[in-house]
């Protein structure tokens, strides 16, 4: 950002002091803020200001400041920040504003300073030789749809050309500006399209009025229908045949076979939803319910059967092959827990978990087991424990030690 500096002392006035028609509406204006906020007035004091001299001046600076009671420092901070605020004498009949930014750009923007490099002075800020006219580039002035455009004062000319423009400047350098017609400079309202609106251009009856009667769509039975024009109540709704708007149709798209029976779609579909919550409904794991799905659970089921009935023949066979009861009892003595052979009741029958014992082999006593221990291997193939290597490496001590 450029720096911005008061003007030299040479072209400073003075003093500075309101008319008396401005004086009233600088009180009028402070009078709006709350007691305590009057200092929120200083931007529109200093632009009435500078509308009243043509710029803003270190005079009009500490009168501001004085009348709302602010800090100097506080009002040159605001008035050199803003680039609205002329702090140098400007033209007294115009200054010309061109807007250099993109879109004027890009409509011819470059040409326009060119004109005023002709006709006012080769550099901004700088006034022509009899003092009325002067210019600068700023930034965007908000009418880029009419671009390019300039702003005199308060005032913009759009939709200009390097020719009109120097017509506009030769008004205001005779002293006749306000002849000049503001906004547009061609054949444009405000900012509608050129050469005028091109939609809703048949009027408020909407596009049937315009019809014959018994081409007009959707006309209702209504005073509207007697007259052969769409009533009120109908014109602001769409007049289309569309597949996304036509009441018609069962959905959008389906313009071809719209009214079509959709039960024979929905038969064919599989409701994934139901049964979710059985077991193998795919939330575990398992497979979906449907066709496929029942026969891959009936395999599932048929292979956990095979497998238990696997297991139960392991079981009676023993781990090692041993075909018959005495390959289990032998299981049951090595590796599971056995309580203590109960003598008084060998004449009694079995009961509870005791076993008889089987036929045509030595007798067992009935024992109490319990199905907490894994079965292991067999009559000598059982792992020595801790205890018993113990035993024996203190045994083979004792005997050494009686041979030496």
């Known amino acids: 950002m450029s720096v911005r500096r008061l003007a030299e002392d040479s072209v400073q006035p003075a003093s500075f002091a309101f008319s008396s028609e401005n004086a009233v509406w600088a009180e009028r204006t402070i009078g709006k803020y709350p007691e305590g906020r ?99 580039e700023v930034e965007c002035l908000g009418a880029c749809v009419n671009a390019p455009m300039v ?47 091109t939609t809703l251009t048949d009027g408020n009856a909407g596009e049937g009025a315009s019809r014959p009667a018994a081409e007009a769509p959707h006309q209702g039975t209504g005073a509207g229908a007697a007259t052969g024009g769409t009533p009120p109540s109908q014109a602001g709704r769409p007049d289309t045949h569309a597949p996304e708007t ?38 575990t794991g398992g497979t979906q319910q449907g066709p496929t799905g029942a026969a891959e659970k009936d395999a599932d089921a048929l292979e956990r059967g095979s497998a ?5 023949q392991a079981r009676r066979d023993g781990p090692l092959g041993v075909k018959g009861d005495a390959a289990e009892s032998a299981v049951v003595q090595d590796h599971k827990r056995v309580d203590a052979p109960d003598h008084a009741g060998a004449d009694r029958a079995p009961a509870g978990d005791a076993r008889p014992e089987p036929s045509g082999s030595a007798p067992v006593e009935n024992k109490r087991v319990t199905d907490d221990v894994l079965p292991g291997p067999v009559g000598g193939d059982r792992p020595r424990t801790n205890a018993e290597v113990e035993a024996d490496e203190a045994k083979s001590e004792k005997g050494e030690r009686r041979d030496a």
């Open 151 to 197: 702003m005199i004062f308060k005032d913009t000319y759009e939709d200009l050309t390097p020719e009109r423009l120097e017509e506009i400047i030769d008004a205001f350098e005779r002293g006749e500006g306000a002849s000049v017609p503001v906004g547009p400079q061609i054949d444009r309202h405000l900012s509608s399209p050129v050469g005028g609106p």
């Open 38 to 136: 009057q200092q929120s007035a200083v931007i529109p004091l200093l632009m009435r200001a500078q509308e009243q001299e043509g710029w803003v001046s270190k005079a009009a600076i500490e009168h501001v400041a004085d009348r709302l009671q602010m800090p100097l420092i506080r009002v040159l901070e605001v008035a050199t920040f803003y680039t609205q605020f002329q702090l140098k004498p400007v033209g007294t009949r115009a200054h010309v504003q061109v807007c250099g930014t993109t879109p004027c750009m890009l409509r011819g923007s470059d040409a326009l300073k060119d004109v005023c490099r002709h006709r006012i002075h080769h550099d901004q800020f700088h006034l022509n030789e009899a003092g009325t006219l002067s210019w600068e």
């Open 308 to 312: 238990s009935k696997d297991a139960d």
């Open 246 to 283: 036509d009441p018609t149709l069962a959905g959008p798209g389906k313009a071809t076979n719209g009214n079509a029976d959709q039960h024979a779609e929905a038969a064919e579909k599989v409701d994934v939803a139901e049964g979710a919550d059985q077991p193998g409904a795919g939330r």
